[in-house]
């Protein structure tokens, strides 16, 4: 049975990001996780951690991705949204 994950990834700058970025966990249709406290970091640093096969993971990005993300892509957030409607056109 598929563990799924969703991470609300808060834009929120600095150490109050930590309050704003949330973690929820299902396992075998039960919730057993669902907390804050962790940095955008240290939340991907524990989702490599703990992925397994079976792992389905969704992060809530309001506009775009992260800048991470963009950059080792060569995207702008411009740039990606119009990637997706050029791709979302193809059959």
């Known amino acids: ?20 970025i949330w973690v929820a966990e299902v396992a075998g249709g039960e919730l057993v996780r669902l907390e804050n406290g962790r940095s955008r970091e240290e939340v991907v640093d524990w989702l490599i951690g703990t992925a397994t096969p079976d792992l389905v993971v969704g992060l809530d990005f309001a506009f775009s991705l992260p800048a991470w993300y ?22």
């Open 1 to 20: 049975m598929a563990r799924v994950v969703a991470v609300d990834w808060s834009g929120r700058a600095g150490p109050a990001q930590r309050r704003v």
């Open 70 to 91: 963009l950059r080792e892509r060569g995207l702008t957030a411009r740039g990606l949204w119009a990637a997706l409607a050029e791709e979302s056109l193809t059959p």
